[in-house]
């Protein structure tokens, strides 16, 4: 399997700023994608990152929210922006082939 | 697109019982059924997985079950230990693409 890493692992930060979350696999993916996990709950697809895209956000998410690069087969980042508490979550990237992993997730703190 | 249901939301066994969790799902176009195990602070880890081309497999304690007629499909864990105690999150969808979580799972082993 795919040996996933992102940073940072956590953060906490003031309301109105921005985290961009990076996410390194050790070999070329196709399919890369981003997921949010509000505490105690299930995962939510918040977009597919494709390689030299625009990516394709799910109902509910959108660019300007949450910015998204790929800038090639192994890495990712995703943007929070504007963050409210709301946002407080972890966000993990999961990469897809025919299994798929997910890296270690951030979790973030919005203050 | 895909609605995932799981059931039970919670499941305490005893040590040495089984524990069973079922999944359905709503887009007869998924063909990729993953179960994820979940534990405290950790990202999803990938117990067993299903392609809609096979009814049953099995890995040790751990096997899963599909029923595409009916659309749902279900894990099954033998001889539970107090290390099986997690959260466990079924999924489906398309080898290689997004997948669409269900809500989870949180099993209890007591000794």
């Known amino acids: 399997s795919a040996v996933i890493s992102q940073k940072p692992s956590r953060d906490i930060c003031q309301r109105g700023t921005s985290l961009t979350i990076q996410c390194q696999v050790d070999?070329?993916?196709?399919?890369m994608f981003w997921y949010r996990q509000q505490p105690g709950q299930s995962l939510t697809l918040i977009a597919t990152?494709?390689?030299?895209?625009?990516?394709?956000?799910e109902s509910g998410f959108v660019i300007d929210k949450f910015p998204i690069s790929r800038p090639n087969l192994t890495f990712s980042t995703l943007t929070v922006s504007n963050m409210s508490p709301e946002d407080s979550s972890i966000y993990l990237c999961s990469v897809g082939g025919d299994t798929q992993y997910f890296g270690p997730g951030t979790r973030l703190t919005v203050l | 697109g895909e609605n995932v249901e799981q059931h039970p939301s919670t499941l305490s066994v005893q040590e040495g019982d089984s524990a069973v969790i079922k999944c359905t799902y709503s887009d007869s176009a998924s063909n990729y059924f993953p179960w994820y195990k979940q534990e405290l602070g950790k990202r999803p880890q990938l117990i067993i997985d299903i392609r809609s081309n096979v009814g049953e497999k099995k890995d040790q304690r751990i096997a899963v079950t599909l029923n595409k007629t009916a659309k749902h499909f279900s894990l099954h864990i033998t001889e539970t230990q107090p290390e099986d105690s997690a959260v466990y999150f079924c999924?489906?969808?398309?080898?290689?693409?997004?997948?669409?979580f269900g809500k989870g799972t949180s099993l209890l082993v007591t000794p």
């Open positions: 999924a489906a969808g398309n080898s290689g693409y997004a997948l669409n």
């Open positions: 990152a494709n390689q030299g895209s625009e990516a394709t956000y």
């Open positions: 070999s070329q993916v196709t399919m």
